[in-house]
């Protein structure tokens, strides 16, 4: 596709809404089929398409993520019901370590590939013609990371098998099932560039935030090494902070970013600041000192406060 072009929703919208009226699409259920396929290939970057679960619309995806609702709000608690909570510490570390390295060697790749994160605010459009080495790991890092939203579905699967299901709250929920979905989005249309400094810091902070929890689930003798957990919620909230002017730049600065993603980047930053913030406040400047020490084998994970995985 020569002279690409990445247009916004409406745009893009109204685009295939002319091709309908032109005659080309004839029906209501042709406009269906082709919103449901060939405008993600016509719009989206060629070189995203070969990915697995990548041609065509997100649709693959939020089944995924809706079998992961389903599993964790009916069938796991199904399950349960009348079964002893499983002792899953063991694997539990393992998935914590996995994601450590991987998280870990994706923000020192993408700080590589993005010149240490210049490009993640520069304007320039994206070329899908461009192959060079740090184009294409840009965009298999960016799948990477679309990838281990996914594997974090697995978070929520240990509480529900653990009989945790109190952690498992609407908001954690719902935060898991919409990441995967908006990452798929956004690599499709926009899969390096500016696109790249949400999940440059996100891989960061969840480095840290997943070497927390495989330490506190790796057995008491640890417990005296975890009293940096509020650094962590700090963290998070400065992370959202940086997201928000990131997505603001974009807003007010045409042609810089299709406003759909800033806009959604912007309002996931300023959601979850005010509730990792209401954490905070909660639990560190609040409490008594009685409370604060209860309240500090709890954690703020992906949107809502968790205890730690050790328990």
Sequence with gaps: MSGF???SAAETLSAAATTTTSGQLSSLYDYAAYFAHDFWEDYGDP????????????????????????????????????????????????????LIGVNGCGFFVGLWVTNFGVDTWSCRKIDPNNSTLKETLAIYLGYVYFLTKIVDFADTVFFVLRKKHNQASFLHVFHHGVMPIMSAVGLKFYPAGYSGFLPIINIFVHAVMYSYYALACA????????????????IQMIQFVLVFFHSLKAMIMPNCWPFILAFAEG?????????FFSFYRRVYWNATPANQVNNNNNALKNGQAVKDKQT
């Design 5 to 7: 072009v990445i247009m």
């Design 47 to 98: 070189r995203v398409s070969k990915l697995p679960l990548m041609n065509g619309g997100p649709w693959k995806v939020a089944m995924i993520s809706a079998a992961y609702v389903l599993f964790v709000k009916v069938i796991g608690p199904l399950y349960m019901k009348g079964r002893k909570p499983y002792d899953l510490r063991p694997l539990m570390l393992l998935h914590n370590s996995f």
């Design 219 to 234: 057995g008491e003798e640890m417990k005296k090494h975890l009293w940096w957990k509020k650094y962590i919620t700090q």
């Design 267 to 275: 309002l996931h930053a300023i959601l979850f600041f005010h509730m």
